[in-house]
């Protein structure tokens, strides 16, 4: 999705802390759930100091609910694991500024993090967004909504340029991890969404 990260409140040991905070950005790109209803597709590779993420799933829903949820930021902590809040905190046309908190899983522990996303929306397919961290490390990041036969094909790409190049493979594995939950739970919410509105519109 969209952003500007703050803290994430584990400091302990310089270099531990710096691997903590990589693997909390990862899991907080986008939504997870536990539900596996869409079938979810997902490459990680790395060009010199930038890795780049790609996701897709098609769903079976509408273009009008998937472009709703998706930009219902509002409610993402309501499908997202792990995310307290998420709310729109500022628009200015089809520029936004989303705020988000909650906690990352990492292995048995969970990492506090607060996390300022910058959007920019072009209804009805297409969401862009911005994250810039300490240390000069950037996430830039698109949703794509393309209607397919009966369902819509979503897609993602984002780059990551990391904050040390040691961290490499390490980063890759938190990054692939934190984008198959969130994606995974975005495209379940949709569809959930459509079959709500199959019985009810």
């Known amino acids: 999705m969209p952003p500007t990260l703050r803290h994430f409140g584990i400091v302990a040991f310089p270099a531990f802390g710096r ?13 997870a759930t536990g539900l596996f209803a869409a079938d979810v597709n997902v490459v990680v590779h790395r060009t010199d100091d930038t890795v780049s993420i790609e ?16 930009t219902d930021y509002d409610r993402y902590s309501d499908f997202v ?7 729109v ?19 048995l522990l969970r990492m506090p993090f607060d996390i300022t996303y910058e959007v920019t929306e072009t209804p009805p397919f297409r969401v862009d967004s911005i994250a810039t961290a300490s240390e000069s490390r950037v996430l830039t990041s698109h949703y794509l909504l393309t209607p397919s036969g009966n369902g819509v094909r ?17 980063e890759q594995l938190a990054v692939r991890q934190g984008v198959i939950r969130e994606f995974q739970a975005l ?3 949709i569809e959930h969404a459509s079959g709500r509105c199959d019985v009810r519109c």
């Open 19 to 31: 691997v903590l905070r990589v693997i909390a950005l990862a899991c907080s790109v986008l939504p």
């Open 55 to 70: 996701a897709s799933a098609l769903v079976n829903a509408d273009a009008d609910t998937a472009w709703r949820v998706l």
């Open 187 to 189: 495209a379940d919410e």
């Open 154 to 170: 979503i897609e993602y790409a984002g780059n990551l340029t990391p904050r040390r190049a040691w961290l490499g493979r390490f």
């Open 89 to 107: 905190v500022a628009r200015r046309g089809d520029r936004l500024t989303v705020a988000q908190s909650g906690d990352a899983p990492l292995w």
């Open 81 to 87: 694991p792990g995310l307290r809040s998420s709310r």
